[in-house]
């Protein structure tokens, strides 16, 4: 089964819209993390923002906030305001606390940003 | 700066080739790890490490080495190169224990096997 599932493979968003990007996860790890990672065309991985399982507010960084739904298993991130430099391919990822600091990823979303 | 630092960044090899891709970090992370990035399936882990001289596989070790003798150093070995190991290759980092929370992400390596 997949334990990282983002059902969008491609957005298309006009400049200054908020876009929300889906994640779903499955684990029977009662501690893990979720992470969102960006991908701009250049190719390097940026750490976006970071949720622990037992945090009780949604985290927030600048623009990107996640939409954290424990009973759902969904961990959205939403960038509000989109920006053109915004256009990139976005992962979510998971960390279990078995021992190995493992990130496990989705499949990605590319996300355009349209002028 | 706090980087992540992989070479070569573009590799074009022929089957057979051993090769060696090179990571280094300047944050004294404990823990390193490297991934490969194939379209359709995001990142994989290929080997980890824990600290110097221990190391570990991950979900796609085969056709792959690692090694760990200094902590700042995991370089990622190929002995047989196939066509089927071409992929985007990623060295990360990360610290243990209290503000540690995300990994450090090289810039990638993107290596063709022909």
């Known amino acids: 089964a997949q334990k990282i599932t983002q059902t969008q493979p491609g957005m298309f968003v006009q400049e200054k819209e908020a876009v929300t990007l889906d994640c779903t996860y499955d684990?029977?790890?009662?501690?893990?993390?979720l992470f969102w990672y960006k991908q701009p065309s250049s190719g390097e991985m940026i750490f976006l923002i970071y949720?622990?399982?037992?945090?009780?507010q949604n985290a927030t960084e600048g623009r990107y906030s996640l939409n954290f739904q424990k009973a759902r298993k969904s961990a959205n991130l939403v960038i509000s305001a989109s920006q053109l430099g915004d256009s990139a391919m976005y992962f979510c990822?998971?960390?279990?606390?078995?021992?190995?600091?493992?990130?496990?990823f989705g499949t990605g979303t590319r996300l355009t940003i349209i002028p | 700066e706090a980087q992540v630092t992989q070479n070569p960044r573009y590799l074009i090899t022929v089957t057979g080739k051993k090769l060696t891709v090179t990571c280094s970090q300047n944050?004294?992370?404990?823990?390193m790890s490297w991934y490969r990035q194939d379209p359709g399936l995001g990142l994989r882990q290929i080997y980890y490490?824990?600290?110097?001289?221990?190391?570990d596989k991950g979900d796609v070790p085969e056709g792959y080495k690692v090694s760990r003798k200094e902590k700042r150093n995991f370089p990622l070995i190929l002995e047989s190169p196939s066509p089927n190991q071409t992929s985007l290759y990623f060295c990360?980092?990360?610290?243990?224990?209290?503000?540690?929370?995300?990994?450090?992400f090289g810039q990638g390596t993107r290596l063709t096997v022909v």
């Open positions: 990360a980092s990360k610290g243990f224990g209290g503000s540690n929370t995300e990994a450090f």
């Open positions: 684990t029977s790890d009662p501690s893990y993390g």
């Open positions: 949720q622990g399982s037992y945090d009780q």
């Open positions: 990822a998971m960390r279990e606390n078995f021992g190995n600091e493992k990130l496990t």
């Open positions: 944050m004294n992370h404990e823990y």
């Open positions: 490490s824990m600290n110097v001289e221990v190391t």
